[in-house]
């Protein structure tokens, strides 16, 4: 994978959304550019940013344990980077797309559906769309297909909430970053477990400048 495409989102990705009309024609979605704002940024960057205070971090960590609390009980994986102050959910691959093509699933809106609120209130979150897969296909070869993945979510999201002004950023990381943080490609990838964990979509709300200013004001 290339070095362009892991550090920046969609200038990339914004190229590839012709390719969007397959992936999302069965739900009779148009495809949508992803948006420029946040291109610059690597993902750790965009999770970091904005960053809060220290006297309104208690605050946002406790909304984001209630965030990820909602998806937990809807069955989703969830972790908590920056401290806590984000939540990030972890949704399989396999719930969402047919096998080996950025095409949508039938009923991924039923997964997708859930964000629907957060995509709604873009002036207090943004959601980072962050497409993995597994090792068994080349590097060129995963890097397009999570691409391909990135924008197929994103653009799903934008039609949440067609009349607003969304803040969503996609990203495909190919196979080079695995769902275990603390082991390498090759081990992670040596079982069926590990590459169906690996093949993941992370979508990750991170609160915007209102939010963290709400919490610094004791008004989370």
């Known amino acids: 994978m290339t070095t362009l495409h892991r550090m920046k989102p969609s200038t990339l990705?914004?190229?590839l959304a012709l390719s969007l009309c397959l992936a999302v024609s069965g739900a009779g979605l148009t495809a949508h550019a992803a948006p420029d704002s946040n291109d610059d940024l690597t993902l750790a960057q965009n999770i970091a940013t904005p960053s809060a205070p220290s006297n309104a971090s208690n605050a946002l960590i406790r909304h984001a344990q209630g965030l990820g609390n909602y998806f937990i009980?809807?069955?989703y994986k969830v972790r908590y980077p920056r401290k806590g102050e984000v939540?990030?959910?972890?949704?399989?691959?396999?719930?969402?797309?047919l096998p080996n093509t950025a095409e949508l699933?039938?009923?991924?809106?039923?997964?997708?559906?859930?964000?629907?609120?957060?995509?709604?209130?873009?002036?207090?979150?943004?959601l980072l769309v962050v497409a993995?897969?597994?090792?068994?296909?080349?590097?060129a070869y995963s890097d397009a297909l999570t691409e391909d993945r990135a924008m197929a979510v994103f653009?799903?999201?934008?039609?949440?909430?067609?009349?607003l002004s969304n803040n969503i950023t996609p990203y495909g990381l190919g196979f080079d970053e695995p769902f275990d943080t603390g082991?390498?490609?090759?081990?992670?990838?040596?079982?069926?477990?590990?590459?169906?964990?690996?093949?993941?979509?992370?979508?990750?709300i991170v609160p915007t400048q209102q939010t963290i200013d709400m919490?610094?004001?004791?008004k989370l």
């Open 132 to 139: 993995h897969t597994d090792n068994t296909g080349s590097p």
């Open 215 to 218: 919490a610094r004001n004791g």
């Open 183 to 204: 082991a390498t490609v090759a081990d992670s990838n040596a079982s069926i477990a590990g590459r169906r964990a690996n093949r993941r979509v992370e979508i990750y």
């Open 155 to 163: 653009d799903f999201l934008v039609h949440l909430a067609p009349e």
């Open 73 to 75: 009980r809807k069955g």
């Open 13 to 15: 990705l914004r190229a």
């Open 87 to 97: 939540a990030e959910i972890i949704i399989p691959s396999d719930l969402l797309f």
């Open 105 to 126: 699933r039938p009923d991924a809106s039923k997964t997708l559906g859930l964000f629907k609120s957060l995509v709604e209130r873009p002036q207090l979150y943004k």
